[in-house]
């Protein structure tokens, strides 16, 4: 079943690499100073970076681990990884470990795994054998099958409580399933109800959320509290200019007046330090990262590959803009990493396993043109 065919190595995609090291690395770069700190007598430093290169160096293996299986067996264990991602999520109220005033991991002991994650990463893969095997546009019988075996998770990580993670989960089918072809009537039904669930929706939300949506109008009633962290992001931001204050030089990081700086606020942290271009640049990467994912789509040799590089397109799309905006100050905070630039372990290594999907699909779509598998 996991047998390996050398040939495929002659094919291997490096540019996908190459863009995914490379910003993994201006990731641990950009960890390194915010893990600094300036102190009365120096520089101290928490080790967030070093840990980052260890999770970095899991990915690896994960990335190839998941590149050498032939991604065509991945659909025949596609529902048996949801159920065992749906099992380890069941677990994480009764035996999850809480962090930050929500309980979102399991202790491993030497390391604290996050199953949503893995809910990521099994959903695509399940969602991806489904739309393979249709062979029409996706109607209300079909459509509301993806969305019963989606929601089941997401209601499990909303009450986490994680509803950025659940969002993003919702998001990345909707746009496999707008890739795959929607019949008008659904499109028109959707775009009509979900404005009007949007205030039921108010009523059943914490108190901590609908704050937050308050803060994202007027972050000035909130500074002291609950708007703090989007003010000083926007002040770090901004304070960067052009050009940026340089290397561990940022005064709002290093200074401790931005919180969260290693995981939600890591790009106010480049931007202080790198300045408008710095950030424009990063973005440009983004891009081309985004690009080389969707030239595999394009050159997929099946149904399947074509699905699972798209679900992945959506993945990495929606948390780069989702972040970026939430920095900004356009979008409320709901706690999305920035790919491969926020501190996580579990997020870090799940992230390199898709990045090793794609270049499978890749190298593969050589052997289907060759003949032989």
Same mark, same amino acid.
């Given at each position: 079943?996991?047998?390996?065919?050398?040939?495929?190595?002659?094919?291997?995609?490096?540019?996908?690499?190459?863009?995914?090291?490379?910003?993994?690395?201006?990731?641990? =770069? /950009?960890?390194?100073?915010?893990?600094?700190?300036?102190?009365?007598?120096?520089?101290?430093?928490?080790?967030?970076?070093?840990?980052?290169?260890?999770?970095?160096?899991?990915?690896?293996?994960?990335?190839?681990?998941?590149?050498?299986?032939d991604y065509r067996r991945f659909k025949e264990i596609a529902f048996p990884l949801y159920i065992l991602s749906l099992l380890l999520l069941a677990l994480v109220p009764f035996m999850g470990k809480t962090i930050s005033g929500a309980r979102r991991w399991l202790d491993l002991g030497f390391f604290s795994f996050q199953p949503t994650e893995l809910v990521k990463l099994s959903v695509i893969i399940w969602?991806? @054998?489904?739309?393979?095997?249709?062979?029409?546009?996706?109607?209300?019988?079909?459509?509301?099958?993806?969305?019963?075996?989606?929601?089941?998770?997401?209601?499990?990580?909303?009450?986490?409580?994680?509803?950025?993670?659940?969002? /993003?989960?919702?998001?990345? $089918?909707?746009?496999?399933?707008?890739?795959?072809?929607?019949?008008?009537?659904?499109?028109?039904?959707?775009?009509?109800?979900?404005?009007?669930?949007?205030?039921?929706?108010?009523?059943?939300?914490?108190?901590?959320?609908?704050?937050?949506?308050?803060?994202?109008?007027?972050?000035?009633?909130?500074?002291?509290?609950?708007?703090?962290?989007?003010?000083?992001?926007?002040?770090?931001?901004?304070?960067?200019?052009?050009?940026?204050?340089?290397?561990?030089?940022?005064?709002?990081?290093? %200074?401790?007046?931005?919180?969260?700086?290693?995981?939600?606020?890591?790009?106010?942290?480049? @931007?202080?330090?790198?300045?408008?271009?710095?950030?424009?640049? %990063?973005? %440009?990467?983004?891009? =081309?990262?985004?690009?080389?994912?969707?030239?595999?789509?394009?050159?997929?040799?099946? /149904?399947?590959? @074509?699905?699972?590089? $798209?679900?992945?397109?959506?993945?990495?799309?929606?948390?780069?803009?989702?972040?970026?905006?939430?920095?900004?100050? $356009?979008?409320?905070?709901?706690?999305?990493?920035?790919?491969?630039?926020?501190?996580?372990?579990?997020?870090?290594?799940?992230?390199?396993? %898709?990045?090793?999907? $794609?270049?499978?699909?890749?190298?593969?779509?050589?052997?289907?043109?060759?003949?032989?598998?």
């Open positions: 079943m996991f047998s390996i065919d050398r040939r495929i190595f002659s094919h291997f995609n490096w540019q996908l690499l190459g863009i995914t090291l490379i910003l993994f690395f201006i990731g641990v =770069v /950009n960890l390194y100073s915010a893990s600094s700190l300036k102190v009365e007598h120096g520089v101290r430093f928490i080790p967030y970076y070093k840990k980052q290169l260890i999770w970095g160096a899991g990915g690896l293996v994960a990335f190839f681990l998941a590149m050498v299986i969602v991806s @054998a489904y739309l393979s095997n249709l062979n029409s546009p996706i109607g209300w019988k079909d459509f509301f099958k993806i969305l019963g075996v989606v929601l089941v998770p997401v209601a499990l990580i909303v009450k986490q409580p994680d509803l950025g993670s659940g969002l /993003n989960i919702l998001m990345l $089918v909707g746009g496999m399933m707008l890739f795959y072809g929607l019949k008008k009537r659904i499109i028109i039904t959707v775009l009509i109800v979900v404005p009007l669930l949007c205030p039921i929706a108010w009523h059943f939300m914490k108190d901590y959320q609908k704050t937050r949506i308050r803060v994202l109008f007027n972050p000035e009633k909130y500074k002291l509290k609950e708007g703090y962290n989007i003010i000083q992001s926007k002040i770090a931001i901004g304070s960067g200019k052009m050009w940026g204050k340089g290397f561990l030089e940022g005064t709002q990081s290093q %200074l401790r007046f931005l919180p969260e700086k290693h995981t939600d606020f890591v790009f106010a942290v480049f @931007a202080e330090e790198w300045g408008f271009m710095g950030c424009l640049i %990063l973005l %440009l990467l983004c891009c =081309v990262f985004l690009y080389q994912i969707s030239k595999v789509v394009e050159l997929s040799k099946d /149904n399947f590959g @074509a699905y699972l590089c $798209v679900g992945i397109f959506f993945y990495f799309f929606w948390q780069f803009f989702i972040n970026i905006c939430m920095v900004l100050g $356009v979008l409320p905070v709901v706690g999305i990493p920035l790919p491969f630039l926020s501190y996580g372990g579990s997020s870090t290594i799940v992230n390199f396993s %898709l990045m090793g999907l $794609v270049s499978n699909v890749s190298m593969r779509r050589f052997i289907f043109k060759n003949g032989f598998s």
